[in-house]
């Protein structure tokens, strides 16, 4: 199976520009303030407000999912306020954020966002399954009821409001649902090598995100992958990453621990050397595998999206780590 549609490589691609796109405007916006404030030592109270209010409208048009208005040190007490009153509008967009699901209109558009990612990430297994119509809603509406527990984690852990124990136990909630939906995903295909495949499948996303942005390149310059190959090059990314070893467990995705101390920056970076040391070893293995120009494209799609999960991983770990 060949995971092929675009729009996997693009979703991460979008939500992590959108994130880089607000901490930058935010810093701008900071250092603004930060210069008129040296310029003006004393300013009229409304001049304080407006400035603040410029930053809270930025904010509600680049929601993020961390915050590092900290690392900007007042010069005075007017620069003081103003940081002041941005982290206190932060708190607000991350509070309204966590609440979003409370509103059914946006409730209807988070799930119809929610159910069309899911859609074109599990497209190949849906065909390989050769599922009827109502077998797929069956299928989608399985995948959807670990998804959307997901995005109420997601949100809520984003709003800041969550004490580490309450963490933990939506963390450790999640890996009950999750256990249910693979049990009942088990009953409905009913078939010991399809139930297979679909846990293989599972454990090999982010090799599939690769290989997808890999197709899109190779189709490009007219050396398509044969599906033979494909497999073969999963396969082998997936063994490798297997047989790592690791120096953190940070890779295991089956573990619930979400604590600050597990994702600390030495973990976070322990953990991102691994995986430049399996990425070179991969290449290793692929060279053999595929012709120059193949390699080149193979090599150039895992960088791309081993920074993109790196850079969304390094993000989660800001945000469990500044909550402690």
């Known amino acids: 199976m060949k995971n092929r549609p675009a729009i996997i490589v693009l979703t991460l691609i979008c939500t992590t520009l959108a994130i880089l796109l607000f901490s930058a405007n935010r810093k701008i916006a900071t250092l603004k303030l930060e210069l008129e ?7 009229a109270e409304n001049e304080i407000a407006s400035a603040s209010s410029k930053i809270t409208a930025e904010m509600e048009l680049y929601p993020t999912i961390g915050g590092d208005s900290a690392e900007f040190e007042p010069t005075n007490e007017v620069n003081a306020a103003l940081v002041q009153n941005t982290l206190k509008n932060q708190q607000r967009v991350m509070s309204s954020i966590a609440n979003m699901r409370d509103n059914p209109t946006m409730n209807k558009i988070i799930e119809a966002s929610q159910r069309g990612t899911i859609g074109a990430l599990y497209a190949d297994l849906a065909e390989y399954l050769k599922l009827e119509p109502e077998e797929l809603n069956y299928f989608m509406d399985l995948l959807m009821f670990r998804q959307m527990e997901n995005v109420d984690f997601g949100m809520k852990l984003m709003s800041g409001q969550l004490s580490a124990e309450e963490r933990q136990q939506m963390a450790d909630h999640l890996q009950e649902v999750n256990e249910e939906m693979k049990e009942q995903m088990k009953a409905f ?8 495949e679909f846990e293989y499948y599972e454990k090999t996303m982010n090799e599939r995100m690769a290989l997808s942005q890999l197709d899109q390149k190779l189709t490009a310059i007219e050396q398509p992958l044969s599906d033979e190959s494909y497999r073969s090059l999963l396969d082998m990314m997936h063994s490798e990453r297997e047989d790592f070893d690791w120096s953190t467990d940070l890779h295991d995705q089956e573990k619930n621990d979400i604590s600050a101390d597990r ?7 322990k953990h991102t050397d691994d995986i430049s ?8 293995a692929a060279m053999n595998m595929l012709t120059p120009e193949q390699f080149e494209a193979f090599k150039a799609s895992l960088q791309a999206t081993t920074d993109i999960q790196l850079a969304q ?6 945000l469990l780590r500044g909550q402690e």
Request: no cysteine.
């Open 37 to 43: 404030a040296s310029q003006k030592p004393l300013v």
């Open 189 to 196: 295909l009913n078939n010991p090598t399809d139930y297979a």
């Open 263 to 269: 994702f600390s920056e030495e973990n976070m970076q």
């Open 313 to 318: 991983f390094e993000m989660a770990g800001q």
């Open 277 to 284: 040391a399996l990425n070179e070893q991969i290449f290793d």
